[in-house]
């Protein structure tokens, strides 16, 4: 009877060894398999991207250089008249459409290649702000009178802009074009300050770490916009005027920032790539 039950248990243990050791080789051939396979695709992934890159580089020009936003003219806009602010609870009553000029100021690394009259351009910046957004707020007081506070916004962060002009003309030295972007802004939330004045001036006192429109605005989060522009093109540069509009996410309140920018670039021709291949072996 003993013995009978030692067998059993060994013909179990037997039984779950041989099935474990089925397994783990199912699992070792799988294992195998999926990095072939991961290899191969690697390989086809690798493979079209220097096959697309020959096609977009044959005939191309490549350039770098250096831009500059500055001179920015902000537009801000509210959903409604009256604006409720999540940090002191207190009502403003607002003008929807408001506009303030600020000492912003953005440098950038620009990267482009020319393929026919279209041009792709990468800018990688840096932006920062000294007088910030403006925007007045009206609290009401007794019998129907308000005071008038100004918000003032400061930001700083980085940017990633990919761009596509279309040239408009055939001239060979100052060519105009219109371009599209759509930039990324990666706010540094340890610069994002608000501070509330008494009047409008830059010169007027503020009250620091304020927190009464950032919100409203989206301002606390990264964001993308859309950006629309034209210019004339250079033979080692451009300008251009921009307007750029905050794109909204689903968590924001709906009240917008949009403002124009004035461009300029320098750039020197790093290569041109009309008689460059890639080959493939």
Do not use: W
């Amino acid at each position: 009877m003993r013995k009978g039950k030692i067998s059993l248990k060994q013909s179990f243990k037997k039984l779950l060894f041989s099935s474990s050791k089925n397994h783990d080789s199912k699992l070792n051939t799988y294992n195998k398999y999926q990095n072939i396979c991961n290899l191969v695709l690697n390989k086809k992934l690798i493979l079209i991207f220097f096959l697309f890159s020959s096609l977009f580089v044959n005939g191309q020009r490549l350039n770098f250089g250096f831009g500059m936003n500055f001179m920015n003219l902000y537009s801000t806009h509210f959903k409604d008249d009256v604006v409720f602010a999540k940090h002191s609870y207190k009502a403003y009553y607002v003008k929807q459409n408001q506009f303030s000029f600020s000492g912003s100021y953005q440098m950038s690394f620009i990267a482009n290649i020319d393929y026919g009259r279209y041009i792709f351009t990468t800018e990688f910046g840096y932006f920062f702000q000294n007088d910030g957004i403006r925007t007045k707020l009206s609290y009401p007081m007794a019998y129907d009178g308000f005071f008038n506070y100004y918000s003032k916004i400061s930001y700083n962060g980085y940017s990633i802009n990919p761009i596509v002009s279309y040239v408009l003309t055939n001239r060979r030295t100052l060519k105009l074009f219109a371009e599209i972007g759509l930039p990324y802004m990666i706010l540094n939330k340890g610069l994002l300050k608000e501070k509330i004045a008494y009047g409008p001036k830059s010169t007027d006192s503020y009250l620091p770490n304020q927190n009464e429109m950032i919100s409203e605005f989206g301002l606390n989060h990264d964001y993308f916009n859309v950006m629309l522009g034209i210019g004339y093109r250079l033979a080692s540069g451009s300008f251009s005027l921009r307007y750029i509009n905050k794109i909204n996410s689903k968590h924001d309140t709906g009240s917008n920032i949009g403002y124009f920018t004035v461009n300029l670039s320098v750039f020197t021709n790093f290569s041109k790539l009309k008689k460059h291949y890639i080959y493939i072996e």
